[in-house]
């Protein structure tokens, strides 16, 4: 099982070392493998492991977070503190947030668990500072090390020249959906400016109550709703909220850093609206919803123009809505020989689902998958009506797999040339193209050989650039559909 958690509660800097080694002797002792990033702010982070292994993880936490805030005080007042911090639930983002979600059952199950535990100390949960063109070349060379590792001898070969090919930056190329892009300098408000602690996140909605509010917003003749998807660009390709009569902000980002910039661009979009926010598990949001305030009270914020109506964001993200509205994409065919692992009842691809099916509690507004940050790739909880939403780069062909059949662990998923992003390329397209770390060839290898030769594939727009490259906000759309 995976569990994917975030906590905005604050642990001293002399005490984010030694918080450090209590996640990793926990989970050394738990038998669990992932990511986890701590800050003074918070905690962030993604896990595998069995369920109740991630069950007790998750209540050492609680306790571990306790000691930490009893620490910076006593008496029965930090008694008090604590209790509020760890039981208020009205205070959601403030308490920890665990969400456990099902794995695939498409792919072997061994092919999903993490393998290895990496734990860092940060300076934010998530961050909505650029960093410098110095620390950005750095981090940049940094990643393509790591990231190279397990494509090594492709990429060496791949340093041989190759054509480069250009693709339509059209995403939805049907009539029945209309969209335009944004334009603008960026903002002059970052978030270094903003003083965090002056602004609460915005209203958290339940599932259920952002239906209740989308709906009724929508159902207006002039609709007062705009909704905001704060995830990057790979990550909304493949899935979203779509909510007739009411405009969807799609930032199309590679970095979420980028998000102020869009905010702003979109001034004229949110003014006098009720704005939704929605993210995969809601950390983003958090952030994302204190900076759009901020902006709305900043000389930024255009006179004559109103401020938001009212900000909200979804309370657990997409994939709390999901548990509720969704449903699960279950692989009929899963492959016989998965039938031979020894697991945990809640780990077995093949276990069928014992629990009676529960009525519909409403109509689903996001279709397609939601993309999530470890080995599946996506939840297989998806959207409604199992609608595919992603579209092959070159051909425009319906195509929401970026792994094109295989496991995510494989590394056969298709990627920018420049900047590894990754790219949605159908199955007849693929062969045509070389992805970042593939090697190509610049001529042919007998004068009977046909085959054309593989062009680079780039991520998006008509002119050979990538999202990563000049404005990014320029390629932030605003669809209604």
């Not at 909510?243 to 979420?256: E, P």
């Not at 958090?286 to 123009?305: H, I, K, M, N």
Request: negative net charge; aromatic residues 6%; contains cysteine.
């Amino acid at each position: 099982m995976v569990a994917l958690y975030y906590w905005y509660v604050h642990i001293p800097k002399d005490s984010l070392q030694e918080h450090c080694n209590f996640h990793r002797s926990l989970c050394t002792e738990l038998n669990l493998h992932g990511r986890i990033r701590i800050s003074e702010d918070g905690l962030n982070g993604v896990l595998t492991g069995q369920k109740c292994d991630l069950e007790c993880y998750e209540a050492e936490l609680k306790k571990g977070v306790m000691l930490i805030l009893q620490e910076q005080g006593d008496g029965a007042s930090c008694s008090q503190q604590t209790s509020l911090v760890l039981e208020d639930q009205t205070a959601y983002g403030k308490v920890l947030d665990v969400k456990y979600c099902h794995l695939r059952e498409d792919i072997p199950v061994e092919k999903q668990m993490f393998t290895s535990l990496s734990i860092k100390i940060t300076r934010e949960v998530v961050s909505l500072n650029e960093i410098s063109a110095v620390d950005q070349h750095k981090h940049a060379h940094r990643s393509c090390i790591r990231k190279g590792r397990g494509r090594s001898k492709r990429l060496q070969q791949a340093k041989i020249g190759a054509r480069s090919v250009i693709m339509d930056d059209t995403l939805d190329p049907s009539t029945a959906t209309r969209e335009h892009t944004l334009q603008t300098e960026a903002p002059s408000l970052m978030m270094k400016d903003v003083h965090l602690d002056k602004y609460e996140p915005a209203r958290h909605l339940t599932p259920q109550e952002w239906n209740e509010k989308l709906l009724k917003d929508s159902a207006l003749v002039d609709s007062n709703a705009v909704l905001i998807d704060a995830r990057n660009v790979y990550e909304s390709n493949i899935g979203h909220f779509k909510v007739k009569g009411v405009d969807t902000i799609l930032t199309n980002t590679r970095k979420y850093s980028t998000i102020p910039s869009v905010l702003k661009a979109s001034i004229p979009n949110l003014a006098g609206k009720n704005v939704y926010m929605y993210c995969t598990g809601g950390v983003r949001c958090e952030r994302a919803s204190v900076y759009l305030q901020a902006l709305s009270d900043s000389s930024e914020w255009p006179d004559g123009l109103d401020k938001p109506k009212g900000i909200y964001q979804l309370q657990g993200g997409i994939q709390k809505y999901l548990e509720t509205y969704g449903k699960r994409l279950l692989d009929e065919e899963a492959p016989k020989d998965n039938e031979e692992i020894v697991v945990t009842d809640d780990h077995h691809p093949n276990k069928k689902e014992e629990e009676e099916e529960e009525v519909s509690p409403g109509p689903c507004l996001f279709a397609g998958k939601n993309f999530v940050f470890d080995n599946r790739r996506y939840d297989p909880v998806i959207g409604s009506h199992e609608e595919t939403i992603g579209r092959c780069v070159m051909c425009h062909a319906l195509h929401d797999d970026y792994d094109n059949g295989h496991a995510p662990c494989d590394n056969k998923e298709a990627r920018c040339c420049r900047c590894r992003v990754l790219v949605l390329v159908c199955d007849d397209c693929r062969c045509k193209v070389r992805s970042w770390g593939e090697a190509t060839m610049t001529t042919a290898t007998s004068i009977d050989d046909d085959l054309p030769l593989k062009a680079d594939l780039f991520c998006g727009g008509t002119k050979n650039i990538c999202v990563n490259e000049g404005n990014e906000i320029s390629h932030c759309q605003v669809k209604t559909y």
